[in-house]
């Protein structure tokens, strides 16, 4: 795991925070690890650090941002060889699944429901890292359309 999802995390934090959204308490790794192993997913070691310092946010009414899933919500998923469902965008406008990348990190894909999954960012560091940088990330990569 790379030095800078930490510092995503701790600039990310009191910005959502500021912001009103209801942070969850955090989880532990071996609760983090039980849920993605009953959905037949590995929990890498970048998706234990995002729930051990956060376990989730609550529900919103604002549709406006994103919300990263509590693991009671992801446990509730069906297993998918696309990845693990674990965030949403506008109220479920567009989900968010995590899929291994390597044994130290997870990508994040955008999901299309019937249309397969597109990457959207190649690690969740750098997920997080650019929703960081750049609050209107998110708005750029809707689902392509073909001319």
Do not use: K
């Not at 500021?18 to 071996?30: S, Y």
Request: with cysteine; proline share 6%.
């Amino acid at each position: 795991m790379a030095s800078d999802l930490p510092e995503a995390l701790v600039r990310l934090v009191p910005r959502w925070r500021a912001q009103g959204v209801g942070l969850l308490p955090p989880a532990t790794p071996r609760d983090v690890r039980a849920v993605f192993g009953r959905l037949g997913a590995v929990a890498t070691p970048d998706v234990v650090a995002l729930y051990g310092t956060f376990g989730g946010m609550r529900e919103m009414d604002d549709d406006n941002f994103l919300r990263i899933w509590s693991l009671e919500e992801i446990a509730a998923q069906e297993r998918s060889v696309r990845g693990v469902l674990f965030a949403d965008y506008m109220i479920s406008c567009w989900e968010y699944r995590l899929s291994p990348a390597s044994e130290d990190h997870s990508a994040v894909r955008i999901d299309g429901n019937d249309d397969g999954v597109m990457a959207i960012g190649p690690t969740l560091e750098a997920f997080l890292i650019s929703l960081d940088h750049d609050v209107d990330f998110l708005h750029g990569h809707w689902w392509p359309t073909t001319a």
